[in-house]
C-alpha cells in the first residue's frame, strides 16, 4: 500500500487550479514619436485558450486594435477595440478559440502598426478565416474612415455601377 506524499497532493491541486484560471496578458500600445514607430508591444504574444489580453495605451494618442478580416482562425471571433484616445486606456479581449490572430491599428496601418496573438498553436494556411462579401466591405468602409482620398479601387467600383451615362441623356 502506496501514500501519496502530501507535498504530492499540493503539486497535483496547483496544477488542476492553473489549468482553471485563465490568464490575462498586457500589450502596450506603443507612440514613439521620436523614431516614428507606432507599435503593440509584444507584436506577437502566445496564450492559451480562456485567456484574456489586454491592450493598453502609453499615452495620449489614438489608436485601436482590429482583426484583418482573413487574419483569423476559421472558427475564431473576431476583434475590434473602440478607439483607445487616452494614457491608460484599455481594451480588453477574451481568446477561447486556438490559432492565429493577426490584427492591425487603423489609423496607423500605413505606418505597419500591426500585432498578431496566437492562441496555442499558429493556424495552417486552411485554417484561416475566408472573409464574405459583405465582412469585406464593412471592413473597407472602416478603412475609408482614414484613407478615402487616394482609393481609386474604390472610386472606379463607384464609377461602374453609376447608371448615368451623359453622353446619351439628351
Ligand atoms: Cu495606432
Same mark, same amino acid.
Given at each position: 500500500?502506496?501514500?501519496? $506524499?502530501?507535498?504530492?497532493?499540493?503539486?497535483?491541486? !496547483? %496544477?488542476?487550479?492553473?489549468?482553471?484560471?485563465? +490568464?490575462?496578458?498586457?500589450? &502596450?500600445?506603443?507612440?514613439?514619436?521620436?523614431?516614428?514607430?507606432?507599435?503593440?508591444?509584444?507584436?506577437?504574444?502566445?496564450?492559451?485558450?480562456?485567456?484574456?489580453?489586454?491592450?493598453?495605451?502609453?499615452?495620449?494618442?489614438?489608436?485601436?486594435?482590429?482583426?484583418? $478580416?482573413?487574419?483569423?482562425?476559421?472558427?475564431?471571433? !473576431? %476583434?475590434?477595440?473602440?478607439?483607445?484616445?487616452? +494614457?491608460?486606456?484599455?481594451? &480588453?479581449?477574451?481568446?477561447?478559440?486556438?490559432?492565429?490572430?493577426?490584427?492591425?491599428?487603423?489609423?496607423?496601418?500605413?505606418?505597419?502598426?500591426?500585432?498578431?496573438?496566437?492562441?496555442?498553436?499558429?493556424?495552417?494556411?486552411?485554417?484561416?478565416?475566408?472573409?464574405?462579401?459583405?465582412?469585406?466591405?464593412?471592413?473597407?468602409?472602416?478603412?475609408?474612415?482614414?484613407?478615402?482620398?487616394?482609393?481609386?479601387?474604390?472610386?472606379?467600383?463607384?464609377?461602374?455601377?453609376?447608371?448615368?451615362?451623359?453622353?446619351?441623356?439628351?
Amino acid at each position: 500500500m502506496t501514500y501519496l $506524499p502530501r507535498s504530492a497532493g499540493v503539486f497535483l491541486a !496547483s %496544477v488542476f487550479a492553473t489549468s482553471v484560471v485563465a +490568464a490575462e496578458h498586457e500589450v &502596450r500600445i506603443i507612440s514613439d514619436y521620436e523614431n516614428l514607430r507606432f507599435v503593440f508591444e509584444p507584436s506577437t504574444l502566445v496564450i492559451q485558450p480562456g485567456d484574456t489580453v489586454v491592450w493598453v495605451n502609453d499615452v495620449s494618442e489614438e489608436h485601436n486594435v482590429i482583426s484583418y $478580416p482573413g487574419g483569423i482562425p476559421n472558427e475564431g471571433t !473576431s %476583434v475590434e477595440s473602440h478607439y483607445l484616445t487616452e +494614457a491608460g486606456e484599455t481594451f &480588453r479581449h477574451t481568446f477561447t478559440v486556438a490559432g492565429t490572430y493577426q490584427y492591425h491599428c487603423l489609423p496607423h496601418l500605413l505606418m505597419g502598426m500591426t500585432g498578431e496573438v496566437v492562441v496555442s498553436r499558429r493556424s495552417t494556411l486552411d485554417e484561416f478565416h475566408i472573409p464574405s462579401r459583405d465582412e469585406m466591405m464593412t471592413y473597407r468602409l472602416k478603412l475609408l474612415e482614414w484613407f478615402d482620398e487616394d482609393d481609386n479601387l474604390f472610386k472606379v467600383r463607384l464609377a461602374d455601377k453609376s447608371p448615368d451615362q451623359p453622353d446619351h441623356q439628351h
